[in-house]
């Protein structure tokens, strides 16, 4: 009786039961791998009919030039005319220009760093490739500004647009940076045009969705009140909701920008001039010092506009400032020190050579780097080969073995499973159609070897990711000294890891998986602290009250009230490593990264690459979508049973 209880009382608990299905559907699926272990695996064919198809795309679209080559040519112009202003001013104008507007928007701290943080790009001896890398994402950005604020503003006011709108920025912001490429090369071949579309494609969601989100969040008191007063509804977007949505516009901006600056590095793929280049230059040759100050390079760049825009958009808010209050003596009195600043920009020109940057203040960290990474890898050579053959033979084979000699309608049904309890029945159904796009591409063996790699590269992630969380909630000093770090970790480009964990762990997979770790780790880290420290105080003083030691209140409370959170660092945990692990087959990962590589390297392999990035958006997709309703389901699972 007591036994038939039990299960009667596991029956009627919804969380029981579905774990009690779980468990059954894991010992099923393991049966089922035995009995048909290595039949219907659906082996890689490089002569697959469907790139040869993809092959005529290419001759279709050149047939049609005449259609895109204005675009090419107007986006290449717009690229030229910010070179060319940009080369004008000189690098005394572009340092007095840029100490000028921090002065107006921010002060004089904001002044100081802009005027030293441009400065330290030419004392770092690359002044004309961050000029050239600045003057293809202001193209970018201005045309990604021009085009997403007024959808975002439609998105804000129409619900309907909204609902069109939002699943194409999705998948947008699933793709991973290197599918872009594929398809840039095959409208507009290579060079700044494509790599200008390339960089406004993949930065303009955070301009519509912000912008959005600025006009929504307009109080609708205000907006009913200049309604009753007859205001029409242009009246009422350009003289209310858009005065009110600036400072939210401005964020959007400042967003834009700094995914436009992290792509348009990666456009050094397909001819973007810039810091890129010297980067990939680097990870070709090995040379960790050179990637270091690039890097460099593109962390002061990106923090020095961060702040311009970030203060920029504090000082568009008619809510923040009182400026018109201000008398006409104390508003000159406010703008001669920009007017002074940028004076003295323009004029030095008339005093020094504004062509070039002088040489003889040069300063660079190349040598000290590679002598650093030299001595590491001397001493540490055999425990960083040690870890990376335990890892790769007890963890990674055997998870790839599982997915390339399992039956592909086996993976299928597992993931669809998988989907149905982490997620719900549309997030299995979409994994279900994503893998059988899959398995339709011709793709499917190399798409399961980049699979495995993310689901180690992710685990290793989360592992790490959640660990230095944890303590990172637990103290502030530890939060202090990590901040900077991981502001300039997130900053960074992605091909900038590939050069330590190249000089590590040499040319292979597992060296693409490491770098994906250390790009994927700092928003994770990020993310979980944030869910810890936004656990309620009261929660956490009444249970310290009931005598919960720390670990009881870490694992029963803190962690269980920041799923949520957990769950959103999964996501972009995935995500990230997604993108990473393509972008490692520079090192050696191979797979769908490799296919894409090729693709863009070789004319007769162009439909291949461009199959392998449309397999590469659909894992994105089935992956973002498995760990972002995860969380939905299990509140309502519990609230379900409660």
Same mark, same amino acid.
């Given at each position: 009786?007591?036994?038939?209880?039990?299960?009667?009382?596991?029956?009627?608990?919804?969380?029981?039961?579905?774990?009690?299905?779980?468990?059954?559907?894991?010992?099923?699926?393991?049966?089922?791998?035995?009995?048909?272990?290595?039949?219907?695996?659906?082996?890689?064919?490089? #002569?697959?009919?469907?790139?040869?198809?993809?092959?005529?795309?290419?001759?279709?679209?050149?047939?049609?030039?005449?259609?895109?080559?204005?675009?090419?040519?107007?986006?290449?112009?717009?690229?030229?005319?910010?070179?060319?202003?940009?080369?004008?001013?000189?690098?005394?104008?572009?340092?007095?220009?840029?100490?000028?507007?921090?002065?107006?928007?921010?002060?004089?701290?904001?002044?100081?760093?802009?005027?030293?943080?441009?400065?330290?790009?030419?004392?770092?001896?690359?002044?004309?490739?961050?000029?050239?890398?600045?003057?293809?994402?202001?193209?970018?950005?201005?045309?990604?500004?021009?085009?997403?604020?007024?959808?975002?503003?439609?998105?804000?006011?129409?619900?309907?647009?909204?609902?069109?709108?939002?699943?194409?920025?999705?998948?947008?912001?699933?793709?991973?940076?290197?599918?872009?490429?594929?398809?840039?090369?095959?409208?507009?071949?290579?060079?700044?045009?494509?790599?200008?579309?390339?960089?406004?494609?993949?930065?303009?969601?955070?301009?519509?969705?912000?912008?959005?989100?600025?006009?929504?969040?307009?109080?609708?008191?205000?907006?009913?009140?200049?309604?009753?007063?007859?205001?029409?509804?242009?009246?009422?977007?350009?003289?209310?909701?858009?005065?009110?949505?600036?400072?939210?516009?401005?964020?959007?901006?400042?967003?834009?920008?700094?995914?436009?600056?992290?792509?348009?590095?990666?456009?050094?793929?397909?001819?973007?001039?810039?810091?890129?280049?010297?980067?990939?230059?680097?990870?070709?040759?090995? #040379?960790?010092?050179?990637?270091?100050?690039?890097?460099?390079?593109?962390?002061?760049?990106?923090?020095?506009?961060?702040?311009?825009?970030?203060?920029?958009?504090?000082?568009?808010?008619?809510?923040?400032?009182?400026?018109?209050?201000?008398?006409?003596?104390?508003?000159?009195?406010?703008?001669?020190?920009?007017?002074?600043?940028?004076?003295?920009?323009?004029?030095?020109?008339?005093?020094? #050579?504004?062509?070039?940057?002088?040489?003889?203040?040069?300063?660079?960290?190349?040598?000290?780097?590679?002598?650093?990474?030299?001595?590491?890898?001397?001493?540490?050579?055999?425990?960083?080969?040690?870890?990376?053959?335990?890892?790769?033979?007890?963890?990674?084979?055997?998870?790839?073995?599982?997915?390339?000699?399992?039956?592909?309608?086996?993976?299928?049904?597992?993931?669809?499973?998988?989907?149905?309890?982490?997620?719900?029945?549309?997030?299995?159904?979409?994994?279900?159609?994503?893998?059988?796009?899959?398995?339709?591409?011709?793709?499917?063996?190399?798409?399961?070897?980049?699979?495995?790699?993310?689901?180690?590269?992710?685990?290793?992630?989360?592992?790490?990711?959640?660990?230095?969380?944890?303590?990172?909630?637990?103290?502030?000093?530890?939060?202090?000294?990590?901040?900077?770090?991981?502001?300039?970790?997130?900053?960074?480009?992605?091909?900038?890891?590939?050069?330590?964990?190249?000089?590590?762990?040499?040319?292979?997979?597992?060296?693409?998986?490491?770098?994906?770790?250390?790009?994927?780790?700092?928003?994770?880290?990020?993310?979980?602290?944030?869910?810890?420290?936004?656990?309620?105080?009261?929660?956490?003083?009444?249970?310290?009250?009931?005598?919960?030691?720390?670990?009881?209140?870490?694992?029963?409370?803190?962690?269980?009230?920041?799923?949520?959170?957990?769950?959103?660092?999964?996501?972009?945990?995935?995500?990230?490593?997604?993108?990473?692990?393509?972008?490692?087959?520079?090192?050696?990962?191979?797979?769908?990264?490799?296919?894409?590589?090729?693709?863009?390297?070789?004319?007769? #392999?162009?439909?291949?690459?461009?199959?392998?990035?449309?397999?590469?958006?659909?894992?994105?997709?089935?992956?973002?979508?498995?760990?972002?309703?995860?969380?939905?389901?299990?509140?309502?699972?519990?609230?379900?049973?409660?």
């Amino acid at each position: 009786m007591t036994a038939l209880r039990w299960r009667t009382a596991a029956l009627a608990d919804p969380t029981s039961a579905r774990r009690a299905l779980a468990v059954v559907l894991v010992i099923g699926a393991a049966i089922a791998f035995v009995l048909f272990r290595g039949q219907a695996t659906l082996t890689h064919d490089d #002569d697959f009919p469907l790139f040869r198809s993809l092959n005529g795309v290419r001759d279709v679209v050149d047939d049609n030039r005449y259609v895109l080559d204005p675009i090419r040519s107007s986006v290449a112009s717009l690229v030229d005319v910010f070179n060319f202003a940009i080369a004008s001013l000189g690098w005394p104008g572009i340092i007095g220009i840029a100490g000028a507007l921090g002065l107006v928007f921010g002060g004089g701290w904001l002044a100081i760093l802009a005027v030293t943080g441009f400065a330290s790009l030419g004392i770092l001896g690359l002044w004309e490739a961050s000029m050239a890398t600045l003057g293809l994402m202001l193209a970018a950005v201005m045309i990604a500004v021009a085009i997403g604020v007024p959808l975002g503003i439609l998105a804000g006011r129409s619900r309907r647009a909204s609902a069109v709108i939002a699943p194409v920025l999705d998948v947008m912001q699933i793709m991973p940076t290197f599918a872009y490429l594929t398809p840039m090369t095959l409208l507009f071949f290579i060079g700044a045009a494509p790599s200008t579309v390339a960089t406004l494609i993949y930065a303009i969601p955070p301009a519509i969705r912000i912008t959005a989100l600025g006009i929504r969040g307009v109080p609708e008191a205000t907006v009913e009140a200049a309604t009753s007063l007859g205001a029409t509804s242009r009246q009422v977007l350009l003289k209310v909701q858009l005065p009110l949505a600036r400072r939210a516009i401005g964020l959007g901006i400042n967003q834009t920008i700094m995914m436009a600056l992290s792509m348009v590095v990666i456009t050094a793929m397909i001819g973007a001039p810039g810091l890129g280049r010297n980067i990939l230059s680097a990870v070709q040759k090995v #040379d960790v010092g050179a990637a270091f100050d690039a890097g460099l390079a593109i962390v002061i760049l990106a923090i020095i506009l961060d702040r311009l825009t970030f203060a920029a958009g504090e000082w568009l808010d008619p809510r923040s400032h009182f400026t018109r209050a201000q008398t006409l003596r104390q508003r000159l009195v406010g703008w001669s020190g920009p007017a002074a600043i940028l004076a003295a920009g323009l004029l030095a020109p008339f005093a020094v #050579d504004a062509t070039r940057f002088p040489t003889d203040i040069t300063f660079s960290f190349r040598s000290a780097i590679n002598q650093s990474v030299d001595w590491f890898t001397d001493s540490f050579s055999g425990i960083t080969k040690g870890i990376k053959d335990v890892l790769t033979a007890n963890i990674l084979n055997p998870i790839e073995t599982v997915l390339t000699e399992s039956p592909w309608w086996l993976v299928v049904v597992v993931a669809m499973i998988l989907a149905w309890y982490l997620s719900g029945r549309r997030a299995s159904i979409i994994a279900g159609l994503c893998l059988s796009a899959i398995v339709l591409l011709g793709l499917w063996g190399h798409s399961m070897s980049t699979l495995a790699n993310v689901l180690v590269a992710t685990a290793l992630t989360l592992a790490i990711g959640i660990a230095i969380g944890i303590l990172t909630a637990r103290s502030d000093r530890l939060r202090m000294v990590l901040r900077p770090i991981l502001d300039a970790a997130q900053t960074m480009p992605a091909f900038v890891y590939l050069i330590p964990a190249l000089a590590l762990f040499d040319a292979t997979r597992f060296t693409a998986i490491v770098a994906a770790v250390i790009y994927a780790v700092p928003p994770v880290i990020r993310l979980v602290e944030i869910g810890l420290r936004a656990v309620p105080l009261t929660i956490v003083e009444a249970a310290t009250a009931s005598g919960a030691t720390e670990r009881q209140l870490l694992w029963k409370v803190r962690l269980p009230l920041s799923q949520r959170a957990l769950l959103l660092a999964a996501n972009q945990g995935i995500v990230l490593v997604l993108a990473m692990v393509v972008v490692g087959a520079l090192v050696g990962a191979g797979a769908l990264g490799y296919d894409v590589i090729t693709g863009l390297a070789q004319g007769k #392999d162009f439909g291949k690459g461009l199959a392998a990035g449309v397999a590469i958006v659909l894992l994105g997709v089935m992956l973002d979508r498995i760990t972002q309703g995860a969380g939905g389901r299990r509140r309502s699972t519990v609230a379900r049973a409660g």
